[in-house]
């Protein structure tokens, strides 16, 4: 454990156990050099603790690299609770996680993520007040949908010479939380929008409301378009989809999208062009970070249109350097964490 925290400058990782109502989990904290850390809280089984501890560990350091791109006075965390084979009080073990959370005194600040809801988060704020996405705190995905809308716009300027995107045919594969709102958006702009979903009724949904075209799930990657926006699962990008892509760009929300380096090194070579996935879907964490500190909502809009800029210029920087703009992005979060 203690190399994976070395080699991925680990802060520091919590256990925590509790007899009582069987809760087992992880904070993993990576960096509070810009502010407390914030991340959310999966809620999962896992084969091993050593797993659980590794995912808290990559999941926390990605937190912090986009907390920094995106300019907030915020660090990186994860938490993980390793879900029991039974659970007799659900809500009694999201408690006792918000005890956790509290002992920690401000160091580390939770949110949504996969397995939890709004509801577990109002547990926990039973118990703590270092708690984002409640029920009452509204659903980020219309803000990442205006962060990605933002990103397409810098990379229509950056590989497409447009200032706007009227015309521009995009395939949008996912229509789910951010996908459909992201759709709205661009069908305002004039985008000629191509979707995709694996669940038949939201593209139903989309193609009656919206006037946007269906394209079957397998055939998203062949599709001709100008801009590929992966709004689905992550790990949709490896050597073997990048080589199907007849696109000029990629620009989506999905979390992961790269299986690994090499996938950004192909990107560049085929010259479509990648907007790094942890800048362009930022605005989610840009809203649950900022309504937490009680910033109005139109400071924070304005905040997530920064996204766009943020590109732009880690786009100039891989021109200039011959570099990936994964690459870059990587290099520009690290300056900003550690003055590398
Ligand atoms: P969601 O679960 O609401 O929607 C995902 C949609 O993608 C579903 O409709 C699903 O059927 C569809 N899908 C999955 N695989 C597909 C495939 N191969 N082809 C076509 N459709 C497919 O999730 P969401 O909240 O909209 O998030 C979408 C992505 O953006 C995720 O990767 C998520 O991690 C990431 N993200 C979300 C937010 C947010 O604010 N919700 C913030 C940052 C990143």
């Known amino acids: 454990m203690f190399a994976a925290m070395r080699s991925d400058r680990m802060q520091a990782v919590h256990l925590f156990a509790d007899e009582q109502t069987g809760l087992e989990a992880i904070i993993a ?38 907390a920094a791109l995106a300019g907030l006075e915020q660090g990186g965390g994860k938490a993980v609770i390793l879900r029991p084979a039974h659970v007799p ?24 993520d996969s397995g939890t809801s ?25 803000h990442t949908a205006l962060g990605v809308l933002m990103g397409i716009r810098s990379v229509a300027r950056a590989k ?19 996908g459909y709102a992201l759709a709205e958006l661009l069908v305002a702009e004039g985008a000629d929008l ?27 990657y062949e599709s001709p378009c ?15 989809t990048i080589n199907r892509l007849r696109c000029a760009a990629v620009a989506g929300a999905a979390n ?13 070579a085929r010259g479509i062009l990648y907007a790094p996935d942890y800048v362009i879907n930022a605005g989610g964490l840009l809203y649950v970070a900022l309504t937490h500190r009680g910033v109005a909502a139109g400071d924070i809009a304005q905040r997530v249109k920064l ?14 350097e011959g570099r990936s703009p994964a690459e870059i992005a990587d290099h520009q979060a690290e300056a900003i964490l550690y003055g590398d």
């Open 29 to 66: 904290i990576h960096n509070t050099r810009l502010g407390p850390a914030l991340g959310g809280c999966r809620y999962m089984p896992y084969a091993t603790t050593e797993q659980a501890v590794a995912d808290a560990i990559r999941l926390a350091r990605g937190m912090s690299y986009k």
């Open 89 to 112: 009080n659900r809500a009694a073990l999201f408690e006792a996680f918000g005890r956790c959370i509290e002992s920690l005194r401000g160091g580390y600040i939770t949110a949504v």
């Open 118 to 142: 709004p509801e577990d988060m109002d547990c926990i704020a039973q118990q703590t007040g270092h708690v984002t996405s409640t029920t009452q705190a509204g659903d980020p995905s219309p």
């Open 160 to 178: 497409l010479g447009r200032d706007d995107l009227s015309g521009v045919r995009i395939m949008l594969q996912g229509l789910g939380n951010v």
């Open 194 to 220: 191509l979707v995709s979903d694996l669940d038949a009724g939201k593209v139903r949904l989309a193609v009656d409301e919206l006037g946007v075209k269906p394209v079957a799930a397998d055939a998203v």
């Open 226 to 240: 100008d801009i590929f926006v992966p709004c689905g699962l992550g790990g949709v990008l490896d050597s073997h």
């Open 256 to 268: 992961n999208q790269l299986v690994d380096r090499d996938a950004a090194d192909l990107l560049d």
């Open 307 to 320: 996204i766009g800029a943020r590109l732009d210029s880690i786009f100039a920087q891989s021109i200039a």
